[in-house]
């Protein structure tokens, strides 16, 4: 979906607790590298789908592992940054490239079940995905998801924080 924020609740929502084998900024960055292709679509106007083929989980994939790739010796950047908002970081080339991947496949699951004429499993065409559950529905599950994260970002703030877990 070219309103790439709608991702930020579930794969904030699915890498906070797995933040132990998930590399969080690059995992939930990876919603705003994919969605680069849309925009450049909207932008430009090729002759080319809205979600083409970084929409799918082949090509989808390699572009995730790219941007872990691309992400690694950002290192001291995201280990600032989550510093800032309170929370412990220990990046690794592996765990930074699967993130990248992982969080593009997420969002191709999501977007692939609202937007028609997606190929998720390119080179096979078709979308098992769409229709699964209504637009409302999906816009409905990321704003809750957002909300869910919110709750455990602050839990996992406050406990790198010293304050919970305190007598």
């Not at 090509?59 to 995201?78: E, T």
């Not at 309170?86 to 690794?92: D, K, N």
């Not at 765990?95 to 004429?117: A, E, F, P, T």
Request: a positive charge; aromatic letters at 16%; charged letters at 10%.
């Amino acid at each position: 979906m070219p309103f790439t924020p709608f991702h930020f609740g579930p794969s904030a929502l699915i890498g906070l607790p797995l933040k132990r084998w998930i590399d969080i900024p690059v995992f939930v960055l990876a919603n705003v590298v994919i969605d680069f292709e849309p925009l450049a679509v909207m932008v430009f106007r090729p002759n080319y789908p809205l979600h083409g083929y970084f929409h799918t989980f082949l090509i989808g994939g390699i572009l995730g592992l790219l941007w872990g790739l691309v992400a690694y010796p950002l290192k001291p950047v995201w280990r600032f940054l989550m510093g800032l908002v309170g929370l412990s970081y220990q990046p690794t080339l592996p765990k930074m490239m699967i993130s990248g991947m992982l969080g593009i496949w997420l969002h191709v699951i999501i977007d692939s079940m609202y937007h028609n004429g997606m190929n998720p499993f390119f080179p096979i065409t078709g979308d098992p995905f769409y229709g699964i559950i209504s637009y409302s529905k999906v816009l409905f599950i990321c704003n809750i998801s957002c909300v869910a994260a919110l709750v455990i970002y602050a839990f996992l703030a406050l406990y790198n924080m010293g304050k919970l877990g305190e007598k």
